[in-house]
């Protein structure tokens, strides 16, 4: 079998890339989900390249199936549990009582993503190199 790390990490860098570019496009419910997305592919990578296969799309519980000698941090996973929270009410419109997801995410929010996407792939880089 292929390895395939380096072809989940590249995309999570890719979505990383994405979610900047909306939030300066001031589309910051696309961004808050493609910073929850880079963190999503960069540590299913990070399993990959341990011989293991990841599935599902909550960070915290991709962080903590990792291997006990890969050891994700306690502020790790505080921070995949902010991405969390972004995966499904930033795209649906019944995400949240009212109103269109845009309505919910302003820069404040796509910029914390962003941030706590790029903790996640810095130890996930790590990890994979």
């Known amino acids: 079998m292929a390895e395939r790390a380096p072809?989940?990490?590249?995309?999570?860098?890719?979505?990383l890339a994405h979610a900047e570019l909306?939030?300066?496009?001031?589309?910051?419910?696309?961004?808050?989900?493609?910073?929850?997305q880079a963190a999503d592919k960069a540590i299913k990578a990070v399993h990959l390249r341990h011989g293991q296969e990841a599935w599902g799309h909550v960070v915290r519980v991709l962080?903590?199936?990792?291997?006990?000698?890969?050891?994700?941090?306690d502020e790790l996973l505080d921070r995949a549990r902010v991405l969390d929270s972004f995966y499904i009410p930033t795209r649906y419109?019944?995400?949240?009582p009212a109103g269109a997801p845009r309505d919910h995410?302003?820069?404040?929010?796509?910029?914390?993503?962003?941030?706590?996407a790029r903790s996640i792939v810095a130890f996930a880089r790590l990890q994979v190199a």
Do not use: K, T
């Open 105 to 116: 995410y302003g820069d404040l929010q796509s910029r914390e993503a962003i941030e706590h």
């Open 22 to 36: 909306s939030r300066q496009a001031g589309h910051h419910e696309w961004a808050c989900f493609a910073a929850q």
């Open 63 to 73: 962080l903590e199936d990792l291997p006990p000698s890969v050891g994700a941090s």
């Open 93 to 96: 419109a019944n995400g949240h």
């Open 7 to 15: 072809d989940w990490f590249a995309q999570a860098e890719r979505d």
